[in-house]
């Protein structure tokens, strides 16, 4: 099972498919694979630049059938463990304020394959202010429930 | 495409509640409005200290000045959290997505095989 080190901002993706380890890994690290399945259907995924190592980056353009306008993308990797991790981070919607780092976890079940996605907030310097404290607001928390919890910290 | 609300907003909100003095300011107004002496009673904290924390928490939209009384006191507002909740259900929707694509192309190439 994966550590999280910060579960308030942490937002786990889990996902079995039926195929081997090496596939579903390589279908991550491939170029030839990964622009097949990225984007949506309508939206073609162009590889710029594929560096896959630990500092090296894929960049890619996303382009819209008809649209002059191209949304281009840079992933940074930052870890590597041939066949079971890949991390890397990225700006969660082209928003350079707003970096995530992505985390994949690879493990066999069976014949088939587990993969575990850890998405975490990075935390800018501002939000680092009180960093033992942590994000109330987590990732994975829902309105109502930040409400209740209000609720029954200010009813102790 | 998947839209993203203001950033703006989510990175303002997350930093308000990164603060403690803030959440228990916040956990205080979940049961009604206070003004702010009642705010900083169970603080010790001098009164200017108190009023930074909800200027902070007043421009992440997060704390509003009730207009009715006139010791204004301060309320809940509980929108900016709805739009972090939205924004992380539209994030989680797009990997979701994304994975399905994944899933697919997966069946595709061990049927070719």
């Known amino acids: 099972m994966a550590t999280i080190e910060h579960p308030e901002r942490t937002l786990v993706i889990e996902r079995v498919f039926d195929a081997p380890r090496t596939l579903v890994y390589d279908a991550w690290t491939d170029s030839e694979h990964i622009d ?7 939206v073609t995924t162009r590889t710029i630049e594929r560096d896959f190592s630990v500092g090296g980056s894929w960049k890619y353009v996303m382009e819209m059938p008809g649209s002059v306008s191209e949304h281009s993308v840079e992933n940074k990797y930052t870890e590597i463990v041939p066949g079971e ?14 970096q995530v780092t992505v985390t994949l976890l690879f493990e066999d079940q069976g014949d088939e394959t587990k993969l575990t996605m850890l998405i975490v907030h990075d935390s800018t310097e501002q939000m680092n202010m009180n960093e033992q404290g942590g994000m109330l607001m987590g990732w994975t928390m829902t309105l109502d429930s930040f409400v209740e919890f209000l609720a029954k910290q200010s009813a102790n | ?72 006191p301060r309320k809940l507002n509980a929108a900016p959290m709805k739009e972090i909740s939205e924004w992380l259900d539209q994030y989680r929707q797009h990997w979701e997505e994304r994975l399905d694509r994944l899933d697919l192309y997966l069946t595709k190439l061990q049927q070719n095989d």
């Not at chain 2, 303002?12 to 107004?29: H, N, Q």
């Not at chain 2, 003004?35 to 009164?47: D, N, Y």
């Open chain 1, 36 to 42: 097949k399945w990225w984007g949506p259907t309508m």
């Open chain 2, 1 to 72: 495409m998947v839209k993203y609300m203001s950033t703006d907003v989510l990175s303002k909100t997350f930093a308000a509640l990164a603060d403690p003095t803030r959440r228990a300011i916040l956990s205080r107004l979940t049961s009604g409005e206070a003004s702010v002496s009642e705010i900083a009673k169970p603080f010790s904290m001098t009164m200017p200290a108190i009023s930074k924390h909800l200027k902070v928490l007043e421009s992440a939209g997060l704390v509003a000045r009730s207009k009715s009384a006139q010791w204004r």
């Open chain 1, 85 to 98: 991790k890949i991390a890397w981070t990225e700006f969660a919607g082209g928003d350079t304020s707003n």
